[in-house]
């Protein structure tokens, strides 16, 4: 069955969001071609050392890499990855990261750096799980993938225990500011 799915669907083998230096800020793995965390980090560091200097600032880039395409982009001090297999659509692949990049410019309201990217993991993480699961491209287009997360989102009613911790931070220093103006 899963050799009929992957012959099928196209599919991803990791989406990486990392930093100006090359270090982790979201990624997430759907391929055992790299089974340890070890195995994870080499390959990121070796694809940011020979993408970092490239012009990928304007548009997607597009490279094979370890037999896999690669289609990247960097914004400010961010860098966008999604790889794929040797035999993946690259038209597919950028339209993921065209995507990702496009719901994290919606969701991060178009701050995108690594301050707010940091800041709003949990909202980059809820954006790669609705464009991906498993490996499979359940999502592209950006403002659909941006209102599922929105949706996801707890409103400020809600009990502190049904909030992640940035939202419960936000609430806290909303009700601080609150009684200080009192």
Same mark, same amino acid.
């Given at each position: 069955m899963a050799n009929f799915r992957r012959e %099928?669907?196209?599919? #991803?083998?990791?989406?990486?969001l990392l930093d100006s230096e090359g270090k982790r800020v979201a990624v997430k793995y759907y391929s055992d071609d790299w089974p340890t965390n070890q195995a994870k980090l080499a390959f990121e560091k070796s694809l940011f050392a020979k993408t970092q200097k490239t012009? *990928? !600032?304007t548009e997607a880039e597009i490279t094979l890499f370890e &037999?896999? #395409?690669?289609?990247y982009m960097f914004v400010e001090d961010l860098h966008f990855f999604v790889t794929g297999g &040797?035999?993946?659509n690259e038209l597919i692949l *950028?339209?993921?990261l065209n995507g990702f990049?496009?719901? #994290?410019?919606?969701?991060l309201r178009s701050s #995108? &750096?690594? !301050?707010e990217a940091l800041t709003n993991t949990d909202l980059i993480f809820l954006c790669i799980d609705e464009i991906i699961d498993g490996g499979l491209i359940l999502e592209t287009d950006g403002t659909t %993938? *941006?209102?599922k997360v929105a949706s996801h989102t707890i409103d400020e009613g809600a009990p502190l225990s049904e909030q992640t911790i940035t939202q419960a931070l936000a609430t806290a220093r909303e009700h601080f500011t609150r009684s200080i103006l009192r």
């Open positions: %099928i669907c196209p599919s #991803v083998k990791n989406l990486l012009n *990928a !600032r &037999d896999n #395409v690669v289609v &040797d035999d993946e *950028a339209s993921v990049f496009e719901t #994290v410019t919606i969701l #995108v &750096d690594q !301050r %993938i *941006a209102g």
